[in-house]
């Protein structure tokens, strides 16, 4: 059910930020489908949980493939397509290795693996795919607001994820 969830969370994230418009909070700017990518770094933790960290990059990779169709689907340019790719590949494997490696209680490694997945996520696609070196869809003033944007969402959904975590397991104790 888990490897479902990813899968649907990554397809559900490309289809809500192609379709509207980003949220401007003032200091910063969120496209919708950053709440999917956040949660998707905890079902991927989950997901490698169940599978194991080998298997766990087949299941990247398919993600991948999968956002790449949707992505030329909706209409993203080829330099948006790449810019996805290649931040979700370094992002997901910084996410897998860091769970996978962090000598840590479970709710700290979801923490810590989502938040570093989340913000390498995050400066990549805006780097590569939206600033002045990429597409030039947002001038540079703007580059730091959209990356803050959603490294911030992201790592609140980690924290969210790291503490439902928590309370999970504390029913199942009792």
Known sequence: ??????????VAANVLTAKF????????LVPVGTLLVGVSFILRDLVQDQVGRRATYKWIALAMIISGAISYLLGDTLLIMV??????????????EIYSRFNASKPKRILVSGAVGGAIDSAVFVLIGLSPLG????????????????????????LVGAAAYTTHEARKAI
């Open 1 to 10: 059910m888990q490897i479902i969830l990813y899968l649907a969370a990554i």
């Open 135 to 158: 597409s030039g869809m947002l001038p540079w003033e703007v580059v730091p607001a959209a990356i803050l944007g959603q490294v911030v969402v992201k790592f609140i959904l980690q």
């Open 83 to 96: 810019a996805s790719a290649v931040s979700f590949v370094i992002s997901e494997s910084m996410d897998t």
């Open 21 to 28: 418009a980003p949220i401007n909070l003032g200091w910063a």
